[in-house]
């Protein structure tokens, strides 16, 4: 080495940077190599569960499709940075982010500089850069949902995916405008809204696909689904209207609940009553003819004897229970003459017979 | 370490000989070796003139500085909104829109070159976009983008024809790639509100009337049907009721006539007695002969 004397101007600037490595070797050479073992391990990285890791070797990704690019939980050896570098992404982790675009911003969206000279929100118009959307039949309503989200795609949303927040939350509005688009207002606030939710989610989640963000809408949720405020009442009013048609038809229903069973009743006892007359009647007729018959038996055995009794208690009876009784004899020769009978209630005791 | 110690020289040789090569290694891959990470590109540049893009992610090598240099460009998607711009429809309805594109750097040299590194993109985009909605939404109806009848809408047809107006632009001019274009919101202009606030509110008017007319109708025609079912459940009863009663009167008549037919004439003295009893009340006045059944005993025994 000293023979081949290279220029003694490098030996001499580099002398007492090998003085100083030759120093700290024989100082120290356990803790460097310890140094140098701990780099070489520390390419090797615990995944955790709710994780997946994937391998960048040179910045480049490590493995053609995305089942060899992706490592699950446990344990991952790769080299040292700055060859290697492990990207872990959590992509069991559902976020959630409110989409307020298509809320009206008096109604707590935030607030505009513009609303806060005015301090009574303008009932009769809204501005365009309030958040709203138009219906299919050209109704205004206003929207805001909960959007939750996870990774689905963790390289290509790690690396190249637009941030979650901005596209969730075009997508979403997106996806809903035009599913608005196409509905009716009565339907979105009534009965439609499972199948506007479904829509949306499922527009929602193409664009995110065609977009290639990497991510999975777990869910979309609307949080409130109104009209404008200076219609609310005007929305209110249909629905009392039609609560109240309702309870009328109830009231009805009610009515012909409790008059058809009771004019059946009616019918019913009408019929009871007539029967039980009947068979009153018809044991009184029987009684009455089992009477005659017996008389009848009587007679036959005695015909003058039961005659007589007969007529002498019915003229006694009729004698007795007679007000006034009069007697007059027999006409002589056949008439009477200047015989004069007056009736009324005034003479009925002494004189109605004035001579003969 | 008695090894190190029996060759000092040797190891003290080595180990400068590994330390000066990993410290030039280092040098020289500092200055001349790229790493391109996913995600990125780099742009280089000879003598400050763009060179080439290396676009693919891994290790790329360059000449040390001053000759070539590098810059980072960041090729992610992004997402931009335009700003809501007012536009006339077909059927010369006023309608404002805004609509959001998700972009990346396409080609990275024309990128640098039309807007730079850091170059706000985006700015010009918006006049791209604003002009290609204008002019696409200006080929269609209102009915196009809201409404009931799905036949009508042609939402996916629009924004295929937004990203056909501009995409080519949007690469050949400032390098950038439109992946999407979407329709983000649809407003009326303000002044336009008020009129859709009252044909919402007549709307509105005109359901609660129908659902009160409706309800009214529902609940009397339920009504007169209980009652006219109430009336022939009545009718039905009263029917019976005759029956019954005209069914006893002719047995009630039959028994009688059938003791009647044993005796005729007995019949006729009884019911003739029994009529006698009837018709004498108390207010009755009985003029009687004198000779007549009681009391002829009296007279007949006097004139004997």
Known sequence: ?356 | MDKSLKTPEQTQRYLRAAVGLLALGAIAFSAMGVVVREGEAVLITRFGRPLRADTQAGLHWKLPWPIDQSFLLDMRRRVYETGHTEMLTRDKKNIIARTFVVWRVGDALAFTQAIGTQGDAEGKLDGLLTNAAIGTLGGHDLSALVSTNPSDLQVDQIEAELLSSTAPVALHNYGVTIEQIRLERLALPQENVSAVFDQMRAERRQFAAKFEAEGELEASRIRSEAQLEAARTQAKGAEETARVRGEAAAQVAKTYADAQKVDPALYKFTRSLESLDKLVRSGTSLILRTDSEPFSLLESKDQK
Do not use: C
């Not at chain 1, 023979?3 to 580099?14: C, D, M, N, T, V």
């Open chain 1, 1 to 356: 080495m000293r023979k081949l004397g290279p220029p003694s101007e490098i030996r001499r600037l580099a002398a007492p940077v090998a003085r100083l490595i030759d120093g700290a070797w024989q100082r120290m050479h356990w803790w460097i190599a310890t140094m140098a073992v701990l780099y070489l391990l520390s390419g090797i990285t615990i995944v955790k569960p709710d994780e997946v890791a994937v391998i960048l070797r040179w910045g480049r990704l490590v493995g053609s499709i995305p089942a060899l690019q992706q490592h699950g939980p446990g344990l991952l050896f790769a080299f040292p940075r700055p060859v290697d570098e492990v990207v872990r992404v959590q992509v069991k982790r559902v976020s959630e982010v409110q989409v307020m675009t298509l809320m009206s911003t008096a109604a707590g969206g935030g607030d505009e500089e513009d609303d806060e000279d005015e301090a009574v929100p303008d009932l009769t118009s809204l501005s365009p850069l309030q958040g709203y959307a138009i219906t299919g039949d050209h109704n205004i309503v206003h929207v805001s949902m909960m959007a939750r989200y996870r990774v689905r795609e963790p390289a290509e949303w790690a690396f190249y995916g637009a941030k979650s927040e901005d596209i969730l939350r075009v997508e979403v509005t997106a996806a809903m405008v035009r599913s608005l688009g196409e509905m009716g207002v009565d339907r979105v606030l009534a009965d439609g809204r499972k199948d506007l939710i479904a829509r949306a989610t499922r527009r929602a989640q193409a664009g995110l696909d065609a977009s290639r963000s990497g991510l999975e809408l777990t869910s979309l949720e609307l949080i409130s689904l109104t009209p404008p405020q200076a219609l609310v009442a005007d929305f209110d009013a249909v629905q009392s209207a039609f609560i109240e048609a309702e309870t009328k038809k109830k009231f009805a229903q009610a009515f012909a609940e409790s008059a058809i069973p009771e004019a059946q009743g009616g019918a019913d006892a009408a019929i009871q009553e007539a029967r039980a007359q009947a068979s009153a009647d018809l044991a009184r007729a029987n009684g009455d003819a089992a009477a005659f018959l017996a008389l009848d038996r009587e007679y036959r055995a005695n015909p003058v004897v039961v005659r007589e009794r007969l007529y002498r208690d019915a003229v006694e009876q009729a004698i007795s229970s007679a007000g006034h009784v009069r007697w007059v004899p027999p006409p002589v020769g056949g008439s009477y003459h200047g015989f004069r009978i007056t009736i009324g209630p005034a003479t009925a005791a002494g004189g109605s017979s004035e001579d003969r």
